[in-house]
């Protein structure tokens, strides 16, 4: 498998500061590879540094096999799409599209020829003539979009894209970027702090927090084995118990939580006897009133609220320590009845939750 972007042991300083810390990875041909991570966790300084707007403290980029940290931004394989746009309001939609072939000194029907094949894969065919202030939030956002792939970098760097977006029109966004990168095929290296976004759209992503990635792989692995407390709490939903470990079972860890309850779980790392840990549970895992309660962690819980959300609705609940758990409401059982105030049954798998040795 070849790849479009290299990045080797990536370090940049502010003073004693360092905002990317030691990041090595690749980004396959043709991918759409996300870096998510909170605000302020260095991920828009190492988009920076990969335009070549930012020079590294240290190490090494290159693009499809090429060393590129002596390369100016204007002549890298890659472009860069902002939040804000950056569309020309005086321009029409075709005006905006070949503004960087202009600049090449590409011929005008050549010009043409390209803005028109461009605005058919990005969904906006006949659009060339429109005003930027004709158009809706997501047209604008394609237009961008095509302005950067119509110069065929090797590389398009997206930067919180989506985040001036209302919130239904990131929804339809989300696929429509996803959708849109599998047709052109270009690799899309894209920044952003909303987990669904990454997600969603992403072949694979890394997770980054203080400067370092903490874990790169697919959604699902994100999501269903997270390697660290912070991916654990950071991607997707997750309740929360602290306690310390009292025995270790066949590849489990039985857990006694600091309200008394004794779980038996998956561990991460070192769980051993006596550890102080966290234990994480998705809202999704947890069954309500378990008609088999074999093997199951078993407990009752008290109703606060129901959180109706059509098929994401959830029941927010408290054990009698007043411990608060979010529990998703299926979509394959009917809870009708379940009324807040209500005192139920709930239970989950040993292999659903996973303990982490707790944070210093």
């Not at 997600?199 to 959604?219: I, Y």
């Not at 758990?325 to 807040?340: A, C, G, H, M, S």
Request: proline share 5%.
């Amino acid at each position: 498998m070849t790849n479009d972007l290299s990045v080797r042991n990536m370090i940049k300083r502010f003073g004693d500061f360092a905002a990317v810390d030691d990041v090595t990875f690749d980004v396959p041909t043709g991918s759409f590879f996300s870096i998510l991570g909170p605000s302020g966790c260095g991920k828009t300084t190492l988009l920076r540094m990969i335009a070549g707007f930012e020079g590294p403290t240290s190490g090494a980029i290159e693009i499809r096999g090429k060393d590129m940290l002596d390369v100016p931004p204007n002549l890298r394989p890659v472009n860069l799409v902002f939040q804000h746009l950056a569309l020309f309001p005086m321009m029409d939609v075709a005006g905006n599209i070949a503004f960087g072939l202009k600049r090449r000194g590409v011929g005008a029907a050549e010009i043409k020829q390209k803005t028109e094949t461009m605005l058919d894969r990005v969904g906006l065919p006949g659009f060339g003539s429109k005003q930027i202030s004709q158009l809706s939030g997501g047209q604008k956002q394609r237009v961008a979009i095509a302005r950067c792939l119509v110069l065929e970098p090797s590389v398009l760097l997206l930067d919180e894209p989506l985040g001036a977006l209302d919130l239904k029109l990131r929804e339809q966004m989300k696929v429509e970027l996803k959708k849109l990168q599998a047709k052109v095929g270009t690799t899309f290296i894209y920044i952003t702090h909303d987990q669904s976004e990454a997600l969603v759209m992403s072949d694979h992503v890394a997770v980054m927090n203080k400067g370092r990635f903490e874990q790169v792989g697919t959604p699902q692995e994100l999501y269903g084995k997270p390697a660290t407390p912070f991916v654990a709490k950071f991607v997707g939903d997750n309740n929360i118990w602290s306690g310390h470990v009292t025995q270790q079972i066949d590849g489990h860890v039985l857990i006694s939580t600091d309200e008394g309850y004794s779980f038996r779980t998956k561990s991460h790392g070192l769980c051993g006897v006596g550890k102080r840990v966290d234990l994480f549970l998705r809202p999704e895992a947890i069954r309500i009133e378990p008609r088999n309660k074999d093997g199951l962690n078993t407990f009752n819980v008290i109703v606060k609220s129901i959180l109706f959300d059509g098929a994401n609705s959830r029941l927010l609940t408290v054990t009698k320590e007043d411990h608060e758990l979010l529990v998703t409401l299926p979509q394959n059982r009917k809870f009708d009845y379940i009324e807040p105030g209500n005192e139920i049954a709930i239970g989950w798998h040993p292999e659903s939750g996973i303990c982490f040795e707790a944070e210093a």
